[in-house]
């Protein structure tokens, strides 16, 4: 007997929401059939663009309006404690684009509500769902590199920087909100980093930050060192939207993984290499085909698949406060130049 689909609601009808519905599409038995914003203009322009017959401007009338089985918030994050509320008293599962919040303490709450109502919470942070960190993970796990001690996640770009080929910066024009973040690349981009270093490596030990902010066309640091303690592993995320000379992308990640028996090497368009002890030389196949949906989809998928066997899902609340923990706190490691420990 064929399963009935799974009905979603998408909250929020700005820059990600294109990529949310473009990920919901390639679920299998799942439907986007209702969107919620308060622009009736990026409503009604996602609702042609996508064939969405119902649209509602609050949360309120979404809640009463239109039954489904889960909601994605992709909603601004100022927003989300506020729609995390409201969404909790319908009792059904929600998917919350990252950060989940713009404080640590919002984050915490938003956790605590939804575990005292019993009410399912997924974190979507999706970068770990590239498909060239999977593979990494998988060749770790197989011994591929014998025992890992070194990893270096990289991107550097002049995302913040006017450029010829984007003389509005790369990133302004496509979300305008980040201009005036005081907290910048970490809370919008670097958790995407340690969420992939946890989810490569394990638990986050301790660590040491520091930060510049040297472009001026945006209030917060656009360049980041973080020196990561993960056990046996050193880690390094090395990161810019302020470096001339590189893809103006903000996606673009490089990548070493070096262990006991060799190192894989990630190149900025998705290529993966494995040089071993021996000489031997590997190229790994990597299908990057639409990569930037194709993360966006392996997230929504995950979610989907776990509404349906009541698995646990890998970012829900409490994994992702793990992230966050590092994420805020790095501010505080580059103000009191200190390192960062909490486990023992």
Request: hydrophobic share 40%; net charge neutral.
């Amino acid at each position: 007997m064929a399963q009935r689909p799974l009905r979603i609601a998408l909250l929020g009808c700005g820059f990600a929401s294109e990529f949310h519905l473009k990920a919901w599409r390639m679920v299998p038995g799942a439907e986007v059939v209702a969107l919620c914003d308060p622009d009736p203009a990026k409503r009604e322009t996602r609702a042609r663009q996508f064939g969405i017959g119902r649209t509602f401007e609050s949360v309120a009338a979404l809640l009463q309006g239109v039954e489904v089985d889960a909601y994605d918030a992709a909603t601004p994050p100022e927003t989300h404690r506020e729609v995390a509320e409201d969404l909790v008293k319908a009792g059904k599962p929600v998917l919350c684009q990252k950060p989940l919040a713009m404080t640590l303490e919002d984050a915490r709450a938003i956790v605590e509500l939804y575990a005292q109502r019993r009410v399912r919470l997924m974190v979507n942070e999706n970068w770990r769902w590239r498909a060239w960190f999977q593979e990494i993970r998988r060749r770790v796990q197989l011994g591929a590199v014998g025992e890992p001690f070194y990893a270096r996640l990289s991107i550097r770009s002049p995302a913040a920087l006017p450029t010829p080929e984007y003389p509005e910066t790369f990133l302004i024009p496509r979300q305008p909100r980040l201009k005036a973040m005081p907290q910048l690349i970490i809370l919008e981009f670097l958790v995407h980093h340690i969420d992939t270093m946890r989810f490569l490596f394990g638990e986050v030990d301790s660590f040491y930050v520091q930060t510049r902010c040297p472009a001026k066309t945006v209030v917060g640091e656009t360049v980041v060192t973080m020196v990561l303690n993960q056990g046996p592993v050193l880690g390094l995320l090395d990161t810019s939207w302020a470096s001339y000379g590189y893809p103006a992308t903000t996606s673009a990640d490089t990548m070493v993984v070096e262990g006991t028996r060799g190192s894989l090497f990630l190149n900025d368009d998705g290529r993966l290499t494995l040089s071993e002890a021996s000489g031997r030389i590997e190229r790994i196949p990597v299908d990057t085909t639409d990569s930037y949906v194709g993360m966006y989809w392996g997230a929504i998928n995950h979610f989907a698949e776990c509404l349906r066997s009541g698995a646990p899902f890998q970012t829900d609340g409490p994994d992702n406060l793990r992230t966050l923990e590092v994420a805020f706190r790095a501010y505080e490691s580059a103000r009191k130049n200190a390192v960062i420990r909490w486990r023992t």
